[in-house]
């Protein structure tokens, strides 16, 4: 019986018979788009018409939709090996995709710690870094000179680091996280650097010491947040002075990580490097979930005892598991083979000569370009991630064969690495028409 009702109805109606979909109030909510298959930079839909991914699929995808190498790769790892319990066990495709990290991460990383996607590598860190300095309490308990524990985070106003709870106490306080916020632990938010605001900045974090165990941040461009960016030298400095008071600093780069901010992770643009390092998004080429925090030397052997209770007691079911980790690896083969810094740079070129051209515009503000990643604010309504301009925008862009998701009124674009000349200049086109 059941299955003679289903098939009257389209794929739309029968997602919506069952299925909740993530950040959308289900109330009038718009009918779900079925997408049937996507090939490069293009999506199609079950009726057959087009779009033009301008947003890289919620900023994950990099070489294009269903590149065949990964796919290959994937095929051929899902024969081999699908799953196999990380503890006691390790396999090929984690160690390749490990030493592959390790040599083009900035800065000196010693260790990768795999988890599930953006969020977990965040809630690894952010627990990587408290024990950190637990542990340290604990070696000294018995002796002379004592080392008190650290636990207060430092995070900037407007980040975003995920939706699990760590993640999320460590994100701004904002509609994603008001439902929750007395159960969120606190955390001493600062502000973006700037040159009027940075002497304030370090003088709060000096009055904090001794307690302060960590700092959070999304180099250069705070993404959820409104595809923020700011200034490189002045991070470096800030970062500077945030590493000498023996703060740990963890870097996310869950969004800006490979190649989206014009080098391949964000955190290239300062000389200070961070101690932990969160990757996911675009780590199997946006394929397959996975995260990945990377660590310092310094931050391991913390770890690294005889006594058992110093052990990092953290790991998901699926944490390196093979056919995702096949798929970064081959990703990561795919920046060689298919020149992608090369197509970033020309992408970052195109961009900036857009921008230009914005700029001449009445009724949009604040254009901004790094690398990929073009925004600009739209002057109708607040500057909130509810103001519902957003859904008009994706609405009309999509009736021009582009996808476009603004946050709140804020427009951007992020496209596939893979995106060819004509695609670009429809995208660039199409927002020309509908601002
Ligand atoms: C998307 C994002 C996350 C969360 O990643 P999920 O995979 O969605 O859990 C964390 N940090 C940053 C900077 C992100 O852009």
Redesign the pocket.
């Known amino acids: 019986m059941a299955e003679v009702y289903f098939c009257q109805m389209n794929l739309t109606e029968r997602d919506k018979k069952f299925i909740w979909h993530p950040f959308t109030q289900q109330k009038n909510m718009l009918p779900s788009i079925a997408i049937k298959n996507a090939k490069g930079s293009l999506l199609f839909d079950e009726d057959g018409n087009k779009y033009i991914d301008a947003i890289s699929s919620w900023?994950v995808n990099i070489h294009g939709h269903a590149h065949e190498y990964i796919a290959q790769k994937i095929y051929e790892q899902a024969l081999q090996l699908e799953h196999i319990i990380f503890a006691g066990f390790t396999h090929k495709p984690a160690v390749e995709l490990a030493e592959k990290l390790i040599k083009i991460l900035p800065g000196n990383f010693s260790k990768i710690f795999y988890s599930d996607?953006?969020?977990?590598s965040?809630e690894v860190a952010i627990k990587m870094a408290i024990q950190y300095w637990w542990n340290q309490e604990q070696s000294t308990v018995n002796s002379q000179q004592s080392i008190v524990r650290r636990i207060k985070i430092i995070a900037f106003n407007n980040a975003?680091?995920?939706?699990t709870f760590g993640?999320m106490s460590v994100s701004d306080r904002s509609v994603f996280t008001l439902a929750f916020h007395s159960l969120l632990f606190e955390v001493i938010f600062i502000d973006t650097p700037t040159e009027e605001n940075i002497a304030d900045t370090k003088l709060l974090i000096s009055a904090h010491e001794n307690d302060i165990a960590a700092f959070i941040y999304?180099p250069l461009v705070q993404?959820?947040g409104g595809m923020k960016m700011y200034d490189a030298g002045l991070m470096d400095e800030l970062l500077q002075y945030i590493k000498q008071q023996n703060i740990i600093c963890i870097a996310?780069e869950?969004?800006t990580g490979f190649g989206r901010t014009g080098k391949m992770f964000a955190s290239e643009y300062m000389q200070t490097q961070p101690d932990i390092i969160?990757l996911?998004?675009g780590l199997t080429g946006g394929t397959m979930a996975l995260g990945v925090t990377a660590c310092t030397e310094k931050i391991y052997n913390a770890f690294l005892n005889d006594d058992a209770h110093k052990t990092f007691f953290h790991g998901h079911s699926f944490t390196a598991n093979p056919i995702a980790c096949s798929a970064a690896v081959a990703s990561l083969e795919l920046f060689e083979s298919e020149k992608s810094l090369q197509k970033i740079q020309w992408i970052t070129e195109q961009n900036i000569a857009f921008a230009k051209q914005l700029r001449q515009l009445n009724g949009i503000k604040n254009v901004r370009v790094l690398g990929t990643i073009l925004a600009f604010e739209i002057m109708q309504g607040d500057d909130v991630y509810l103001n519902n301009i957003s859904a008009a925008i994706t609405k009309k862009a999509l009736d021009k064969s582009v996808y476009l998701r603004p946050l709140g009124n804020t427009v951007y674009i992020m496209p596939p690495y893979c995106i060819t000349e004509y695609e670009l200049q429809k995208i660039y086109a199409v927002i020309m028409e509908l601002i």
């Open positions: 900023w996607d953006g969020s977990t965040t975003y680091h995920g939706d993640s999304e993404g959820a996310d869950v969004m969160c996911s998004k």
